[in-house]
Structures are given as C-alpha cells and as structure tokens.
C-alpha cells in the first residue's frame, strides 16, 4: 500500500512538472516592441500560451506557443518556443546601453527579431550590424510565422 501511494505521488509530481514547464516564462510575458531585420516594427505580447500581434495598435492576429526549453549558461538566458504552426525560436535576453532586450532565434540560429519593452529599437545602434537590404535575406530559413 505504502508504494503504492509513493508511486502516486511521484507520478502527480512528474505530471505537475510537465504541465508547469510548457507554459511561457513570466520573464517575456507581456508586450514588446518588435523590430525586424528590415526595419520593419510591430509589437508582440507574449501571454501564458499565445503570442498577440500588434501594428500601430492594431491587432494583426496571434499564434500559439508552448515552451519547451530554458537555458542559463554563464548568466545568458534562453528560452525555447515551438509555435502551434511547429516553427522553433530561441529568446534569448541581452542588454545594451542600460536597457533589457530580447533577441529572437530561428531553428537555424538566424537573428528574425529584436524585442524591447521600451521602445523600437535599432538594428545597427543596438548590435553593431548592417541591416540586409532585401527582404529575402531577412527570411529566417524559409519559415514564415504565420498568424491568425
């Protein structure tokens, strides 16, 4: 009887775990503002389960996510998202010039998005970088995060 009730536990411990680990972080949930490769803007909320898409404003649509991955390594912390269309991107948190900033991977390690609390923020002032001057090179591996 006595294992019994230890293997129940264990099982609902594994289960609360489980459950627990797929929801988004409390550390990027909330509103960013989106700045693309091509200078492109829009605002992102990340709410428990969903991503809510913004444009001056304006609801674009949203997609759903779970998170799959947490990572801290030598004080640089990541997140894995998968989104509901299966598309995986890595949020990773840096700082420049005093202000907290995320930076969104795709599958293939390829920059797609700078994310800001604060404000939009500038490709070249922010990271040192050229932006791409087409929007082809802006394509993160062929995935297009579709919304709905």
Known sequence: MKMKQISLVL??????????GCKGSEAYRGLWHATMPNGAELDIEFTQDSMLFFEHGKRLGSIGYKQYQYSN????????????????YTLQFAKSDGLDYLMVFDVLDKLSYLLCREKHLDWKE??????PSTIQDNLSGGDTLIVQ
């Open 11 to 20: 099982i609902v411990g594994v289960v609360v775990l489980l459950w627990l």
């Open 73 to 88: 390594k030598n004080g640089v912390v990541s997140y894995g998202i998968q989104t509901s269309n299966d598309l995986f």
């Open 126 to 131: 922010t990271l040192g970088v050229k932006i």
